[in-house]
């Protein structure tokens, strides 16, 4: 079992800049690829970014390429997401995810592990 606590999100303006973390409870941290998700109101749950187990490969949503920067630190057991310029559709509830899989993967249901989330919210 592996317990993920999301934080760092708020309500900002378009073009601002957050950083979301995300701790897990286990030690194992390194064996699991993560990724964040976000689902914005009446949307379905979308993959913004994931990472490998050791940080070699990353995986981008087209939406957010250039702005969102995905990092892990196994040693805190960590993973964050660093979202820059801000935009107004970027509003949505953000989930860590961890998954077994050793490859990167964008398919929800391929994760094993969700934090609660966290709201982002960009006015313009």
């Known amino acids: 079992q592996v317990q993920l606590v999301e934080s760092g999100g708020g309500l900002v303006q378009a073009g601002a800049s957050l950083r979301l973390s995300c701790a897990a409870s286990?030690?194992?941290?390194?064996?699991?690829?993560m990724g964040w998700f976000r689902q914005a109101s009446g949307k379905e749950r979308e993959a913004v970014a994931a990472i490998s187990r050791l940080g070699g490969t990353t995986y981008y949503a087209d939406s957010v390429k250039g702005r969102f920067t995905i990092s892990r630190d196994n040693a805190k057991n960590t993973v964050n997401l660093q979202m820059n310029n801000l935009k107004p559709e970027d509003t949505a509830v953000y989930y860590c995810a961890a998954s077994p899989i050793v490859r990167v993967t964008t398919i929800p249901r391929d994760y094993a592990y969700w934090g609660q989330g966290t709201q982002v919210t960009v006015s313009s």
């Open positions: 286990r030690s194992t941290f390194s064996s699991y690829s």
